[in-house]
């Protein structure tokens, strides 16, 4: 199945924000737990462990990648239904990750954005974010989880031509 990319990238005064955002026919209180519970965090990312407040260090396993390795995940900020902002470091560098829910009339809009001080290797990364988004809608809805082939390569010559215009 071919997908759409729908990253979009914006310049900030440390680097760029890659944003991608979906919406969600749910309340907020919903969807934050489709974030925050770790039962429901396993069904389209992985689960996690420890004692998750701002400030703190949880373990997070990446259940959809290679190995399924735990990760180390720094809670930067948390307002419950409304933000969570968490960064890591792993083999690839320095991961700013923020989500953002907005609740309009039964809908939740869920903004996503990583925080990049460069765009170098945007063209993997922005295909692995829509991939994980497309899996957090569809354990969501019930409909089979996509496949990752169907994201990259395919999505790549997008993000590409995203960095391009940014350099």
């Not at 026919?25 to 965090?41: H, I």
């Not at 420890?50 to 990760?71: L, N």
Request: hydrophobic letters at 40%; charged letters at 25%; glycine letters at 6%.
């Amino acid at each position: 199945m071919t997908r759409t990319p729908a990253g979009r990238l914006f310049r900030t005064a440390t680097g760029h924000d890659l944003v991608l955002t979906r919406t969600f026919r749910a309340p907020a209180t919903d969807v934050w737990a489709s974030l925050t519970e770790s039962e429901r965090t396993a069904r389209w990312f992985g689960p996690w462990k420890g004692d998750a407040a701002p400030g703190r260090t949880i373990q997070v396993q990446m259940a959809y990648e290679e190995q399924q390795p735990w990760c180390d995940v720094r809670i930067d900020a948390c307002e419950p239904e409304r933000r969570l902002a968490v960064s890591m470091i792993d083999s690839y560098g320095t991961w700013l990750l923020e989500m953002a829910l907005t609740e309009t009339d039964g809908t939740t809009e869920l903004r996503f954005v990583q925080h990049l001080t460069s765009v170098e290797g945007i063209a993997e990364v922005g295909a692995g974010w829509e991939y994980y988004l497309d899996m957090l809608f569809a354990s969501r809805d019930g409909s089979p989880l996509p496949r990752f082939d169907d994201y990259h390569p395919a999505m790549q010559p997008y993000y590409q031509a995203l960095a391009a215009e940014a350099s």
